[in-house]
Nanobody, 127 residues
Framework: VQLVESGGGSVQAGGSLRLSCAAS????????IGWFRQAPGKEREGVSC????????YYAESVKGRFTMSSDNAKNTVYLQMNSLKPEDTAVYYC?????????????????????WGKGSLVTVSS
């Protein structure tokens, strides 16, 4: 399993970015998939995920209505479209996958961890 994030960068508040996570070595169909972020001095937190239990997409309250998670199974790639960015969205963003049947809020809360992680992509939002 290999995950490679791309698309990070610097943007002013109110701007948009789209992150990509290219995956290899497995099929999305059977895996829980999540986007997480870690700001300097803070713990890693869940942003969005697709549950392997019910197939639904979940969002953290802090990003709901601004971020959209999607996937292109033909390309084995997941995306995180981030709109109306705020300075507090500044963080390293990671995608992660796990073969276990995980519920959405368990994924976002990292209650059971995630087995495979990308190296991350830095997003910086200036005011």
């Amino acid at each position: 399993v290999q995950l490679v994030e791309s698309g990070g960068g610097s943007v002013q508040a109110g701007g948009s970015l789209r992150l990509s996570c290219a995956a290899s070595g497995f099929s999305f169909d059977d895996y829980a998939i999540g986007w997480f972020r870690q700001a300097p001095g803070k713990e890693r937190e869940g942003v969005s995920c697709v549950s392997s239990s019910d197939g639904r997409t979940y969002y953290a309250e802090s990003v709901k209505g601004r971020f959209t998670m999607s996937s292109d199974n033909a390309k084995n790639t997941v995306y995180l479209q981030m709109n109306s960015l705020k300075p507090e969205d500044t963080a390293v963003y990671y995608c992660a996958v796990d073969p276990r049947p995980l519920a959405g809020w368990d994924i976002l809360g990292l209650y059971y961890g995630m087995n495979y992680w990308g190296k991350g992509s830095l997003v910086t939002v200036s005011s």
